[in-house]
């Protein structure tokens, strides 16, 4: 790695240090060498310069600390002080919208983590949290520079504690566009939303080589800590693409649909599509047998403002949706059942990727609207032993705790706790409406009257007819359309071709909405 000798034949005019400064600006700028990146391209990778430029609007990036070197004398980095020192910090645009950025820079050291880099990691951070701006991490990098010691590990606790810090702040976005690994992981764990891209982004604490030697598995990055391990069986990330390209336009897309920080509002984009239009196919979408599974993704995009909708942790706990959206051009976010998979209940994950969700969105003044089809919790002694208990609470904790607009739909099935953990009335949802096709219940009705006239249908000399006659009157009884509005529990009983304008006028209703929590440090939710 070339370093400018500045000693000899330095400028003698403020013409010649200029003609210094553009030649050093240059040289931090092109990187070590078209070697290395070459090398970076080959493994289909972009240098974090291309990265940035394809994060922010054209010309926008201002850098922060270009020229910046490493301090450390041994193990042959005397030798090696590149400008940057492996990580590139600064702010520019999306959208026109002030954005706060760092990436590692992988040919350089292997964006390993040393003391001037951390401390400008640090630097950029407080920026962003003092300037109330986004801030995205492009993440590369081989973990702490091993050749600075402890003095590079304690870089990561400085960037761990301004994540927190951060947190519920400003939106904190990591996007993982090589290995991650070691402490190092525990950074984008802190943030709001984690990106990766397949074959090229790992992250794990151990590595394959670890665990081989400690538990004797054979295993690959990509299988212990890949993309697709991490957006469908560990919920670490919310997104993942097939090539950087897209993932980072998707990045750019997401934080148009977030305010700046958590004193403001997301952006309003005018959609062009009508706050009154009727949606008559959500007839044909929803069947009115409560025991017919279908897609509620697609009751989602018949709501809401044609195209604009992104759908959060797509692939892990499918049982439940959280998507950010856009009605009437204001960003909601929306909880809903989904039940095509395993019939909308609610289980661990499920109760964990939309608890997340709901305190995002009340950390960012995100109205939330939760459509309801939930038959219960997913019963099995795996679901009790895990701690359903606590995993549900977090759930309903976030829901009582969240003081922006709630608004609720129950469109078929509400079912016993999970219909009060699905922000019912009772747990404080500003309003709720329903279909007329909504069950709302403690229980299923087969169930009920197993329960209720077990006698009667034990004691019957035909007891399957007993027991559908006891089924139909406990539905007509306590099961009704209208049962929930006779009693205050829904606010009102809607046509389901009216949904869209019905939650738009409630919205409009709710804007101005505002609620206190009891003064106290903070809460102490299930963990």
Known sequence: MTVVDQTSSEPTDARGRVAELHELREQARRGPSDRATEAQHAKGKLTARERIALLLDEGSFHEVEQLRRHRATGFGLEGKKPYTDGVITGWGTVEGRTVFVYAHDFRIFGGALGEAHATKIHKIMDMAIAAGAPLVSLNDGAGARIQEGVSALAGYGGIFQRNTKASGVIPQISVMLGPCAGGAAYSPALTDFVFMVRDTSQM?????????????????????????????????????????????????????????????????????????????????????????????????????????????????????????????????????????????????????????????????????????????????VDQEHGGIIRHGAKLLYAYCNATVPRISLILRKAYGGAYIVMDSQSIGADITYAWPTNEIAVMGAEGAANVIFRKQIADAEDPEAMRARMVKEYKAELMHPYYAAERGLVDDVIDPAETRSTLISALAMLRNKHADLPSRKHGNPPQ
């Open 204 to 380: 794990f604490i151990t590595g394959p080589d670890v665990v081989r030697a400690v538990t004797g598995e054979e295993i690959s990055q990509n299988g212990l800590g890949g993309a697709d391990v991490h957006a469908e069986t560990s919920g670490v990330a919310h997104f993942a693409y097939d090539d950087e390209e897209t993932c980072i336009s998707e990045v750019r897309y997401l934080i148009s649909m977030l305010p700046s920080n958590n004193r403001e509002n997301p952006p309003v984009h005018d959609s062009g599509d009508p706050a009154d239009r009727r949606s008559d196919v959500l007839l044909d979408l929803v069947p009115a047998d409560g025991n017919r599974p279908y897609d509620m993704l697609k009751v989602i995009e018949e709501l809401v403002d044609e195209g604009d909708v992104l759908e959060i942790h797509e692939r892990w706990a499918r049982n439940i949706i959280c998507a950010l959206a856009r009605l009437d051009g204001q960003v909601v976010g929306i909880v809903a059942n989904q039940p095509g998979h395993l019939a909308g209940v609610l289980d661990i994950h499920a109760s964990e990727k939309a608890a997340r969700f709901v305190q995002l969105c009340d950390a960012f003044n995100i109205p939330i609207i939760t459509l309801l089809d939930v038959p219960g919790f997913l019963p099995g």
